[in-house]
């Protein structure tokens, strides 16, 4: 009964009054709508659906569960969500958890135009950053600390300190529990009495779609997909016919142009990443890297580092980004559009006398055109050939061409082939 005594009397009278009430009517719903990744537009609109629907369904309040560090829509748009939570017709309310959340920069001014704020423990709140958001939007209370919270985050007891709260909110349904209207009850059927929430709680999330979509225009997954679309449409160039690669490349990359529209891009380290495609591009051509291949990993690197303006991929992002696209297109690509389109050693023999040129200056090894198609060759003497020289195919060894320059050629070598195959049918007719 001690205990009982002690929660009620702890309940503020607004508190007490809203239990009366629901001793005789339905107790309130509430709503709680959960906020991760970055704000985007698809955030925003999501936001600005629930205050509306809980309006519709006489919510008794929206609680905005938030884990984001950054708002990536515009501060006119911002000002514009800012002014719907501070006109909506229910109380909206802000909890940032759980234990290590974060709500930082402008999400953290948003925030701020709502009716109360609750921070787990364990999570953090500020790095505000100048204001974007009037502050007559703003609680009071934030307005007064805003210069303090412009650089720095505070945790759960710093918020309370700065009257940003009245009261520690560790989990969700401790904030929930003393929001007004929000109906609760004394349990004393146990060994302690326990105080247990009564209004029922509504979780909204993102449809299907926006969710995949919001995910999609994360920094590393909008990287990632856009490098990995590009690839696989220059992979898809170089073949016959449409197919699996190029259907799914496509797809990326669009879903990753999207991603690029939506997160803020510097323009110049784009242009570097589509220069860097662009020469891996020309070295796929011919089968083997060179000027081309060091220019575009230059242009991948610097422009991976410099490609979103505010914020850094993770080092592991990019590591995969720069070492999986430089690998395979330096070497993994080629190799495979060779063992696609070329014809297997045996039934190749036909190559062998054939006449070609060099496709660049080649010591030791480098591509000869034969037909018109680029191969991989080596040569068999010392003798360097230069660029344009004629060059004769003496061997095939897997997807090498063994060459030798025309000059210095004793015999034709379809003439020997010619010659071993009228001696071995002058043996047989001997025989």
Not at 92 to 121: C, F, H, K, M, N
Request: net charge negative; charged share 20%.
């Amino acid at each position: 009964m001690a205990l009982l005594v002690g929660a009620l009397s702890a309940m503020s009278p607004a508190r007490a009054q809203n239990q009366a009430q629901d001793t005789t009517n339905e107790p309130l719903v509430f709503d709680v709508v959960q906020i991760s990744g970055f704000v985007d537009r698809i955030v925003a609109d999501f936001i600005e659906t629930s205050i509306d629907n809980a309006e519709a369904g006489g919510s008794g309040g929206l609680i905005l569960q938030v884990n984001s560090t950054r708002a990536v829509v515009s501060d006119e748009r911002l000002v514009e969500l800012a002014e719907k939570i501070s006109e909506a017709e229910v109380p909206i309310y802000a909890w940032v958890g759980p234990s290590g959340a974060d709500a930082r920069g402008t999400v953290a001014q948003l925030i701020a135009a709502t009716d109360e704020i609750g921070v787990a423990v364990g999570a953090e709140f500020g790095e505000t950053g100048e204001l974007v958001i009037p502050e007559a939007l703003l609680m009071p209370s934030f307005v007064e600390v805003a210069e303090s919270l412009r650089g720095n985050t505070v945790d759960e007891e710093t918020v309370i300190t700065f009257g940003l709260a009245d009261r520690d909110s560790p989990t969700l349904a401790f904030f929930a529990l003393d929001l007004p209207g929000f109906a609760s009850e004394i349990d004393t059927s146990g060994d302690d009495a326990v105080r247990v929430p009564v209004s029922p709680v509504r979780f909204s999330k993102l449809s299907l779609f926006d969710g995949w979509m919001h995910t999609f225009a994360s920094p590393a997954m909008t990287y990632l997909l856009f490098l990995i679309g590009a690839a696989l449409l220059i992979f898809e160039f170089y073949t016959a016919g449409v197919g699996i690669a190029g259907v799914l490349g496509a797809g990326c990359f669009v879903i990753g142009c999207y991603g690029l529209d939506v997160l803020p891009t510097r323009p110049w380290a784009l242009a570097l990443l589509i220069i860097a495609m662009l020469g891996y591009a020309v070295d796929v051509q011919t089968g083997v890297a060179q000027l081309w291949s060091v220019i575009a990993t230059a242009c991948l690197v610097v422009g991976s580092l410099f490609l979103f303006d505010g914020f850094a991929i993770s080092w592991i992002t990019l590591l995969a980004g720069i070492v999986g696209i430089s690998v395979s297109m330096i070497s993994g690509m080629p190799a495979m559009i060779r063992t696609r389109f070329g014809t297997p050693t045996i039934g190749r023999e036909w190559m062998i006398g054939t006449m070609g040129e060099a496709a660049e200056d080649i010591k030791r090894e480098g591509v000869v055109t034969i037909d018109g198609a680029p191969w991989k060759a080596r040569v068999n003497r010392t003798t360097p050939i230069a660029k344009g020289d004629p060059v004769r195919v003496v061997a095939i060894e897997g997807l090498y061409l063994e060459i030798e320059p025309e000059e210095g050629g004793a015999r034709d070598y379809r003439e020997m082939r010619g010659n071993r195959g009228d001696d071995a049918g002058a043996d047989t007719d001997s025989d």
